[in-house]
């Protein structure tokens, strides 16, 4: 049974029951993350930057190296490059001047008009969110058949907490009898929410509502003139033709079912991105930059003593005299 996001207390006159909402359906899809790819030979060690000598020797990376990626048969492919893969962070960056931004420094802002913002205070905004609440306040019943289901949101399973399960049942079977949907309020996710109870055969489902406002208006369709008895039997016909019962399982996704054989097909030349492997991306520039220059000094000096020494060996030998044999 899935978890609950709300519990809480079932409100209509004096009738009092605990209850729970439970996600009665979700979108189910496959997700990919993005990664970054690039033509380029063995991963560099973490934090390590190579030298400006190191690049000069080994070049720039050619994108006809030779391939290191399988095909979904097993072979190498010479017309693929051998890459580099690495997981992909997203950057906040100011539209004015192109800088990194901390979330820390971020406010909403309400864009009224071209290139035209009003700064809201966070604080403000927390404000005016409304506290979970802990009852539903079931207000109002209405005829089920008067109700468009292009208002329903979300679903959610309402079950009944312990001991209320007697009530919870009465309830359920005279709103079924008298085919009436409840409107109900409750406070949840930070805002105030009208639920629509729908009594089903087992259970109540609520859906969370669109406003009046949230709807779009109906496209303004013309469908000419009247139907003649025959037409409209013919495609009653049709209609009746097509009938049966409904089965959720029997509708596939295509698509998921696609990228789901891809991607068993492809488990066999899964990459390794584990930390040892993985090209791991220093967080600032300026100081990758700072690094290399300082390896560089240190290459330059490096060369310099060794050379200093060099020439000190050579006139100390050409000083020192040569011993004669007796």
């Not at 490059?81 to 690495?86: G, K, L, P």
């Not at 406003?211 to 008895?229: C, T």
């Amino acid at each position: 049974m899935p978890s609950a996001v709300w519990s809480g207390h079932l409100h209509f006159g004096l009738v009092v029951m605990p209850v729970r909402l439970l996600v009665a359906a979700r979108p189910k899809t496959i997700r990919f993350r993005r990664l970054h790819r690039r033509p380029g030979g063995p991963a560099i060690p973490p934090m390590q930057l190579p030298s400006i000598k190191q690049m000069r020797l080994e070049g720039s990376y050619s994108d006809e190296a030779e391939s290191g990626v399988h095909t979904r048969n097993g072979s190498s492919s010479l017309r693929e490059a051998q890459y580099d893969y690495a997981p992909v962070r997203q950057i906040l960056q100011s539209e004015a001047t192109g800088e990194e931004i901390r979330p820390t420094e971020l406010v909403a802002g309400y864009e009224f008009g071209p290139n035209e913002f009003a700064a809201i205070n966070p604080q403000e905004i927390k404000a005016a969110e409304v506290e979970t609440s802990d009852t539903i306040d079931l207000f109002h019943f209405v005829n089920g058949a008067d109700v468009d289901a292009v208002y329903f949101e979300r679903s959610y399973y309402v079950a009944p907490g312990a001991g209320a399960e007697r009530v919870y049942a009465l309830l359920l079977q005279a709103m079924r009898r008298e085919q009436r949907f409840g409107i109900a309020r409750i406070g949840m996710h930070r805002r105030e929410h009208i639920l629509i109870l729908r009594p089903r055969e087992d259970c109540l489902v609520a859906h969370t509502m669109f406003r009046a406002n949230e709807v779009r208006p109906l496209p303004d369709l013309k469908f000419g003139s009247e139907f003649s008895d025959k037409e409209i039997s013919m495609a009653t016909a049709l209609v009746n033709g097509y009938a049966g019962d409904f089965d959720p399982t029997g509708f596939k996704d295509i698509y998921q079912e696609r990228i789901r054989k891809i991607i068993d097909a492809e488990v066999s030349n899964k990459i390794d991105m584990s930390p040892t492997h993985a090209r791991k991306i220093a967080p600032d520039l300026m100081e990758q930059i700072r690094l290399s220059l300082a390896q560089i000094e240190s290459e330059r000096s490096d060369a310099k003593s060794s050379k200093k020494t060099t020439r000190k060996n050579a006139s100390v030998a050409k000083k020192k005299p040569q011993r004669i044999p007796a």
